[in-house]
């Protein structure tokens, strides 16, 4: 499956962005979906996960309450709506699916997702 992601851009802080992640070569209804974020200097980490129905939603503790993962089987796409922006939040996004991911074990781990997008940025200022 191949993931490519777009939305970033530049936001002042306390602004709004929605990323969207668009797959093409499968369906993504069998697979766990999750973004993760990498700052500069930084390693690759969490952010949000969706089970493959949809009706489970995981989140980082730092975007908890502003960021809410979504998904459109229909449309074969993953959106991550962002509000409340804060600079810390300035980052490469990247999307991410796993056919196999067990969600009850917690999908927050790099190493567990088989595909990723080609990320975008997100820069918010102060």
């Known amino acids: 499956v191949q993931l490519q992601a777009s939305g970033g851009g530049l936001v002042q802080a306390g602004g709004s962005l929605r990323l969207s992640c668009a797959a093409s070569g499968r369906s993504l209804r069998n697979y766990v979906m999750g973004w993760f974020r990498q700052a500069p200097g930084k390693e690759r980490e969490f952010a949000a996960a969706i089970s493959r129905g949809g009706g489970g939603t995981y989140y980082a503790d730092s975007v908890k309450g502003r960021f809410t993962i979504s998904r459109d089987n229909a449309k074969n796409t993953v959106y991550l709506q962002m509000s409340s922006l804060k600079p810390e939040d300035t980052a490469v996004y990247y999307c991410?699916?796993?056919?196999?991911?067990?969600?009850?074990?917690?999908?927050?781990?790099?190493?567990?997702?088989?595909?990723w997008g080609q990320g975008t940025l997100v820069t918010v200022s102060s």
């Open positions: 991410a699916a796993d056919r196999w991911l067990d969600v009850s074990g917690g999908p927050h781990l790099v190493s567990d997702y088989d595909y």
